[in-house]
């Protein structure tokens, strides 16, 4: 069974930074796309940054310069790094996995973890 665990949310000050960790239970985890989205308080789940399985990042374009997706296969993990942080970045953070290899259609998720940034 899949299990993706994530960490590496807290609270932190606008400005500052945060690495998000995500360590994925997939049998050749380096076939496989992962992707990170969040649920801010009172809003809907927003895509924010996916990986192929070739190791190319996409992030959404507003996040872009201050974000940045990565992964090891080694570890059989992701990461989210977030740099410059805003209020607005406030939300809970999931990471995704498609259920078959050489997908972007995500079926395993994680618990998630949460990131408070204030003012």
């Known amino acids: 069974q899949v299990q993706l665990v994530e960490s590496g949310g807290g609270l932190v000050q606008a400005g500052g930074s945060l690495r998000l960790s995500c360590a994925a239970s997939?049998?050749?985890?380096?076939?496989?796309?992962m992707a990170w989205f969040r649920q801010a308080p009172g809003k809907g789940g927003m895509f924010v940054a996916r990986?192929?399985?070739?190791?190319?990042?996409d992030l959404l374009n507003s996040l872009k310069g201050r974000f940045t997706m990565s992964r090891d296969n080694a570890k059989n993990t992701v990461y989210l790094q977030m740099n410059s942080l805003k209020p607005e970045d406030t939300a809970v953070y999931y990471c995704?996995?498609?259920?078959?290899?050489?997908?972007?259609?995500?079926?395993?998720w994680g618990q998630g973890t949460r990131v408070t940034v204030s003012s």
């Open positions: 995704a996995v498609p259920g078959v290899p050489y997908s972007y259609e995500y079926t395993y």
């Open positions: 997939v049998p050749n985890c380096s076939r496989y796309a």
């Open positions: 990986i192929s399985w070739n190791g190319r990042p």
